[in-house]
Each structure stands twice: as C-alpha cells, then as structure tokens.
C-alpha cells in the first residue's frame, strides 16, 4: 500500500497488523473503508500471514463513521460490508484498541475474533446522540457478546465505558498495559487453528425478561425518543431473528433514522459545536499564551464555582476575596459543593482532597501577580469592576489574561479602565459555573488575538464549550433572553399564567418554564439588572416588590414551601397579575400554547438575527451553540437559528410583524437580515459560506 494510505500494512512473525491512520480520531470514511477492505482481502490471500490485527495510530481507535456522509448517497463499500467480510475470515482478527473505540469504531471491533484493550480505552455506541442507532451491526453483535440488557443500556443512553468495566462486561477479553499490537499479535497467533469465535454465533443474550425489563425501563427514561424505540426493536430482534434478519432490520431503521427531522437537528448541533471553537478572524497562526496558574477574584457562589473549573482540570488557582472571614465561606462552600459529588458517588474523598488542594485562598488582589488568567467574578455593579480592574492592570504580570465574568455590562469599557485593554477580554459563565457547559468569551474592541486564543484554549481546559461574541449588551444568549422577558410580560398581562407559560415552553423542549428559571436565579437578581438599566417588568418587578424572591425564600411566580424545590401555583400571583392588567387596561382572554411558544421564541430569533447584523455573532450555529449549552434548549430541535429554518423565515417574519402590530412594539418587527433572507426564500444556513466565517 502507498505511504500515505489511510491504513498502513505489515506483517510480524505471521501477524499482519492493519493500522488506521486517519487523523485526529481515524473516523472510518470511504477512503479508509476502501482501504481496510483491500488489506484485509490482502492478509487473507497471503500464506505467510497466519493471523490479523487491527489496530490504529494516535490515541483514538476510531471515533466511529465519518458522519458528514449521512444523508449523502452512499459510498461503497459500507461499514457494515467491511465488517461482515472481516467477520467472515478464516484466519483469527484480533482489535487493539488504544484509546476511544466509539460508534462504528467499536462496531468495527466488535467483528473482530477478539479484542485487547489499552487500561485508557474507552468503549461505546453514543448514536442515540446523534438521533440514530449503531448501523453496522451494533445491535446484534453486542447483545450476543454482553447480553441484551446491558448492550440496551450501552446504546439507549449513549455513554462509553471505560476498560475495566469492558473486561468485567465482556466486551474485550483483556486490558494490556505494556505494548499493546505485541499483546494483540500474541493473542492472535493463539488462536490460529482453532475455529473462529464470531460475535454473531455467539448465544449470550441472557434472559428475555431482564432485557424487556431494561427496555421498559428506557422508554420511561425517554419515551419520546425514537432512536431508544429502534434500538429496542433492533436489540429484540436478536431474539426473534436470525443474525442476518437482525442487520436487515438494524439498516432499515438507520435509514429511517437518518431522515428523521430528531437526527437532523443532532447531527447539525453536533457540527455547531466543533465549528464554534474555530475563531472567526483570527490572524493565522496565532498562538495561546502559557497558562500555568489562574486566579479568581470573587468567593461567592460564581467565583467559587469558577476555581472549582481549574481545580478540576488539574490547574492551580487562588480564589481571592477582600476579607479571611468571606474567603473562609468561600472555600467552606466549594469544599460542601465537592461533599454533594461525594454523596451522589460522582466523586471519592481522595479526589476531593486533591481539588481542595489546588485551591489556594487569599485577601486582597496582590494575591493575583502570579497568575497567568485571571477572572473577576464581583458584583454585576460597573463602578465596582472597574475599581478591580484599575489594580489590576497594575499588579497583573505583564502577560496575563484579564477577564471579567460579567453577564451584560460593557466589555470595552472594563477593558479601558485597566489601562492594557489588550489583556482584557469576558470570559461569562454559566451558574452553577462548575456545572454549566457554555462559556461566552467576549471579544472587546482592543482584545489582542493570543489572549482570544487563550481564553478559548482555557475554556476547552476547563471542559467548557466556548463560543466567541461581541460587545453589546448581555452579548448573545442573555440579549436574546431578554427578548423573551418582554414577551414573557405581556402574555402574563393579557392572560397567561406563570403556569401557561412554563408548561407551554416545556412541551417545546425545555426542562424549565421562564417563570421558573426566574425563580431559581432569584426574582432580586433580574430587579437590580432592570434597575440598572432604567427598565421596568411591571409583573415581575410587583412579584419583587411583595417580597417574593423565588425558590431563595420559597416565593416567587410560585410557593415552593420551607426549602422546596417543587413549584406551586399561587392564587395571590394569579390576583396580582390580574391587578396589573385592569391598572394597564386589558381584558385578560385564554392564550393558547401554540401562540405562547411563538411569542416566546419568535423575538429571540428576530434578536439572533440583529447579533448576527450586527456581528456580535460569526455564525448562526454559534448563537444556537449558546442556547443549547448555557439557557437548556431541546438539543433535539437544533437551537433557535436552525429551528426558524425548520418553521421557515416566511413564517417568523409574518408572526413578528403580526405581534408588532398588535403590541405596537416597534421591536417586534423583522430584523433587517431576517425580513431579506424571507424574502429570498433562504434559511440562516444559507449564510454557511459568506463572510460569517
């Protein structure tokens, strides 16, 4: 084979070791499906070869099928065609797999005789992720290797294992932690002569009732789900079928899959993800600058949850407050939030004890000079973040990353204040920090590229999904959020209740109503944000103004009881929104749900649609990516940009004209690139390919 083919081929002592080479995870596409076929044909046919290995370089087995060729016509020879021709081999095919073997990179080991896996490997079928089920075999190999019900759970829930759970399950025959092709090519040559062990003649289903048990048990999980529904169906015909009836079957339900609007949707947050940690204007070449310590300034709640991050990546951070008596709350508080993880069995005392140890406490900002980042997490108050960064842009080494975690105020003019704007950029997390996946890193005016790098490289650190915007106010998701707010207001004053409107978002997707998530962030928090700005909501402001905090004091848009979490409609918020409305003049009417989602979700994608105008966002997929991560949008529906191509822009651009009309709110009507691409007939995904890079 040439040098530069996408599986290399040698042969050792009788053992032909084939190994993929397709960086960065050696996805099996049709070049390196082409490739293994024509190697393994060739091992066959050679008589010196007397055994096969399929291995792979790097740290990656496979990541599994090259997903950019779903809904494309189809390449041969198909993954499932290599498989079955490797399964039908005389000569033993023994998997070596180094690191990830997901998808169809484990479909492809699941073919082999035997496999031998690296302590570090991790194994797993996580399609239902991506709204498919394994479609090379997957469902009726595993279930006969490992027994139906924990194949069913492997695949409906989409989570790898890792080594020693593999080799205690079955699934490979033994971890090798020294050289492991020597290992696999030692197992392979023991097994010459002796009759092929094929996954597919194997009879380990175990007993019917336990899978059907298990298979209740995911359709309650996820009843909705049609990718759990077909790998049920798939997994029970193991049982009922012949292995080639099984794989009939498997394809056909992929294919279905393929074209269902669920997968699509998936499969396109999927790629809005990966393309969002590529920096649109970016100056090639551009290195991140060495972080080797952090700093946080700011114990409470963000600050702390913040320091949690590099603790849990294994980065050393101070966590700076201005007093011993709020920095030894601080460090109690993140010391009992570890205790939660310990309780929950997520994590073990030794672990905890190594975290806590990475995390130094101090007073005073002095304490931030070695510190290669650091991220102020004080009060949402422009004077008080300004005074910080001020000291900063003095003690700071010269070098360093400044960001602040704000969650709406002016980048630009924090930046400005430190007196080395080019150090300084937002880096707004999510709460509870430790927890919440989405990091927004906020590109100022005078931000230099290496510290955008930085903070971006940082954030995939910290096991962050970081989405890069511009500076206006409340960047892109808490923008958007506020449009929702508006319209949130008004159809509590013409008629809705909180429970209307949490319920009717709920239906859509969501795990939380608005109403809700206000309670929990705290009905205080949204008042001194709209104090500050001038605004008013004449609801929610009411709500504050009568004591009612949210879940913090058990009232808010509902009672929740001494220390409850389980929202309670309240007749007193009924007659209080009912009060507003006769003091603004509207005879409240029943709104139905189909109106309440759109009013709620139409003026967030009129507002993505200005970002986007404006800048404030590179690409469409990047405002879904900030939605799907930091506010809980149904993953299954894409996120809002991709969800108003679904409805049609022609549609969304009618409704807002319809609600400006009636409201005679200006704002309401279609953003400038929304009303174009309507009348163009196009989506936001035509912008794919423009200058929005």
């Not at 075999?137 to 006969?144: A, F, I, K, N, V």
């Not at 292995?243 to 949707?265: I, P, W, Y």
């Not at 460090?331 to 806590?356: C, H, P």
Request: glycine share 10%; hydrophobic share 50%.
């Amino acid at each position: 084979m040439p040098a530069d083919a996408p599986v290399h081929y040698a042969v050792a002592n009788g053992v032909a070791v084939l190994r993929i080479v397709n960086p960065p995870v050696n996805a099996l596409g049709a070049a390196v499906r082409t490739a293994l076929a024509e190697a393994l044909r060739r091992a066959e046919a050679e008589a010196a070869v007397t055994a096969i290995v399929i291995a792979a370089e790097g740290r990656t087995f496979s990541g599994g099928a090259d997903i950019t060729e779903f809904g494309k016509p189809p390449v041969a020879p198909l993954l499932p065609e290599v498989i079955e021709g490797m399964d039908g081999l005389r000569k033993p095919v023994v998997a070596a797999i180094n690191g990830a073997a997901l998808g169809g990179g484990l479909e492809l080991a699941l073919g082999c005789h035997a496999r031998i896996a690296a302590p570090a490997a991790r194994l797993g079928l996580p399609e239902v992720k991506l709204g498919l089920l394994p479609g090379a075999g997957g469902t009726q190999r595993l279930p006969r290797l490992i027994g139906a019900a924990p194949a069913l759970k492997i695949m409906a829930e989409g989570n790898p294992v890792g080594a020693a759970e593999a080799l205690a399950l079955g699934l490979v025959d033994a971890v090798e932690s020294g050289d492991l092709v020597a290992a696999a090519s030692a197992h392979a040559k023991s097994l010459v002569g002796k009759a092929p062990r094929r996954t597919r003649d194997l009879t380990n289903l175990g007993p019917r009732e336990a899978f059907e048990a298990a298979a209740a048990a995911q359709t309650k999980r996820d009843p909705d789900n049609p990718s759990v529904a077909a790998i049920i169906l798939a997994v029970r015909a193991a049982f009922d079928m012949p292995f080639a009836e099984g794989l009939a079957l498997e394809r056909g339900e992929f294919v279905k899959l393929v074209q269902n609007d669920r997968s699509k949707a998936l499969r396109y947050a999927f790629f809005a993800e990966r393309e969002a940690a590529h920096i649109a204007g970016l100056p090639a070449g551009t290195a991140a600058r060495p972080v080797a310590r952090a700093a946080v300034i700011g114990g409470g709640t963000m600050g702390g949850g913040i320091a949690m991050c590099f603790a849990n990546a294994g980065i050393p951070v101070t966590l700076i407050e201005t007093d011993a008596a709020a920095l030894e709350r601080g460090l109690a508080r993140v010391n009992d939030t570890y205790g939660f993880s310990i309780k929950r069995g997520s994590l073990t005392e030794a672990a905890r004890a190594q975290r806590m140890a990475l995390i130094t406490g101090k007073v005073g900002l002095a304490a931030a000079a070695d510190a290669d980042i650091v991220i102020e997490a004080v009060f949402e108050e422009m004077d008080l973040k300004k005074q910080v960064f001020a000291e900063l842009g003095k003690i700071a080494k010269p070098g360093a990353v400044l960001a602040t975690n704000t969650s709406y105020l002016d980048v630009d003019a924090i930046a400005a204040a430190s007196g080395r704007p080019a150090d300084v950029l937002g880096m707004h997390f999510f709460s509870p920090a430790n927890v919440m996946r989405l990091l927004e890193v906020v590109r100022g005016a005078k931000t230099a590229p290496d510290a955008l790098a930085t903070a971006v490289q940082v954030g995939v650190k910290i096991a962050k999904v970081p989405v890069v915007v511009g500076v206006c106010y409340g960047f892109c998701g808490n923008r958007m959020l506020a449009a929702r707010g508006v319209e949130a207001e008004r159809l509590l004053i013409e008629g809705a209740l909180p429970q209307d409107l949490d319920q009717a978002i709920m239906d859509f997707g969501f795990r939380m109503g608005p109403c809700a998530m206000n309670d929990l962030a705290g009905l205080d928090v949204g008042w001194r944000i709209r104090r500050a700005i001038g605004k008013r909501a004449p609801v929610a402001d009411a709500l504050h103004d009568a004591g009612r905090m949210g879940q913090k004091n058990g009232r808010g848009y509902y009672n929740y009881g001494e220390g409850g979490r389980t929202p309670q409609p309240d007749p007193e918020v009924t007659a209080l929104i009912e009060r507003i409305a006769r003091e603004h003049g509207v005879t409240r009417r029943k709104i139905a749900p189909e109106e309440i989602v759109e009013r709620l979700i139409y003026p967030m994608i009129n507002e993505g649609a200005r970002i986007l105008e404006e800048g404030v966002a590179a690409r469409p997929g990047d405002i879904d990516v900030v939605w799907l991560y930091g506010y809980g949008w149904p993953a299954w529906r894409g996120g809002p940009m991709f969800h108003a191509d679904q409805v049609g822009l022609g549609r969304v651009a009618a409704r807002l004209e319809a609600f400006a009309d009636k409201s005679a709110d200006e704002t309401l009507r279609p953003a400038k690139l929304l009303r174009q691409l309507a009348d163009q007939k196009r989506g936001f995904a035509s912008l794919a390919g423009e200058r929005r890079k």
